[in-house]
T-cell receptor, first 115, second 110 residues
Framework: QQQVKQSPQSLIVQKGGISIINCAYE??????FPWYQQFPGKGPALLIA?????SEKKEGRFTISFNKSAKQFSLHIMDSQPGDSATYFC??????????????FGKGTLLTVNP | DADVTQTPRNRITKTGKRIMLECSQT?????MYWYRQDPGLGLRLIYY???????NKGEISDGYSVSRQAQAKFSLSLESAIPNQTALYFC?????????FGDGTRLSIL
C-alpha cells in the first residue's frame, strides 16, 4: 500500500515558468509534510516543510500548499531556474508535533528546467 | 551532507557475496536510517535505529541486516547479495527538524 502518492513522475518546464508537483496521502495520522530536493550524485536535502495547522508556507520561490480535507499537498516553484533541475520527493510522517523521525516518501519527480 | 559519510561510494560485486556498507556521522544524532533508492520507486526504508540498543525493521528489510556499533556508526550488510539488490543506498540521521542524508553508495550486483 503506497501511503504517499506523488505526481507527475517527470516534469519539463521552461525557465521562468511555474513548476507544480502534487502529493496525496492516505493516513490521517500524518502531521508533518516535508519536501526533499536531490541533485545527481548527492543525497536528498530538506527543501521546505509544512504542518497541517497552516494551509500554505512560502520560502523564497518555493511554496507548499496544503489541503487537509482533500489529504493533498503540493510544491510550487515560482520563476523556475535551470539550477532547480533535480529530483523532488514529498514525504510524510507522524509523531505528535511533526516529528521527522520516520518518513514515508513519495516516488519522486524528476524536474528539468530548460534555459 | 558532509557530516554523514558513506563508504564505499561505489561497489561492484558478484551474486552470493557478502557486502557491508558503512555509515558514520559527526552530527551527534541518536537516530540513523538506511534507505534504498530505485528509479521510479523513490526512497524505501530498510532499517532504522533510534539508539545503539534499538534497531527496527523498515518496509523492505528482507535480505538485509544492520549493526549499530556506536552512536556514530551504522552498517548495512547483505549476507548473500542478489542482482535485484542492485540500487543506490543512502544512510541518514535525524535531528534539528530534518533528516540528513549521506551522498549514497551505488551498489551493482552481477
Amino acid at each position: 500500500q503506497q501511503q504517499v502518492k506523488q505526481s507527475p513522475q517527470s516534469l519539463i518546464v521552461q525557465k521562468g515558468g511555474i513548476s507544480i508537483i502534487n502529493c496525496a496521502y492516505e493516513n490521517t495520522a500524518f502531521d508533518y509534510f516535508p519536501w526533499y530536493q536531490q541533485f545527481p550524485g548527492k543525497g536528498p536535502a530538506l527543501l521546505i516543510a509544512i504542518r497541517p495547522d497552516v494551509s500554505e508556507k512560502k520560502e523564497g520561490r518555493f511554496t507548499i500548499s496544503f489541503n487537509k480535507s482533500a489529504k493533498q499537498f503540493s510544491l510550487h516553484i515560482m520563476d523556475s531556474q535551470p539550477g532547480d533541475s533535480a529530483t523532488y520527493f514529498c514525504a510524510a510522517s507522524k509523531g505528535g508535533g511533526g516529528s521527522n523521525y520516520k518518513l514515508t516518501f513519495g516516488k519522486g519527480t524528476l524536474l528539468t528546467v530548460n534555459p | 551532507d558532509a557530516d554523514v559519510t558513506q563508504t564505499p561510494r561505489n561497489r561492484i560485486t558478484k551474486t552470493g557475496k557478502r557486502i557491508m556498507l558503512e555509515c558514520s556521522q559527526t552530527k551527534g544524532h541518536d537516530r540513523m536510517y538506511w534507505y534504498r533508492q530505485d528509479p521510479g520507486l523513490g526512497l524505501r526504508l530498510i532499517y532504522y535505529s533510534f539508539d545503539v540498543k534499538d534497531i527496527n525493521k523498515g518496509e523492505i528489510s528482507d535480505g538485509y541486516s544492520v549493526s549499530r556499533q556506536a552512536q556514530a556508526k551504522f552498517s548495512l550488510s547483505l549476507e548473500s547479495a542478489i542482482p535485484n539488490q542492485t540500487a543506490l543506498y543512502f544512510c541518514a540521521t535525524s535531528g534539528g527538524g530534518r533528516q540528513h542524508f549521506g551522498d549514497g553508495t551505488r551498489l551493482s550486483i552481477l
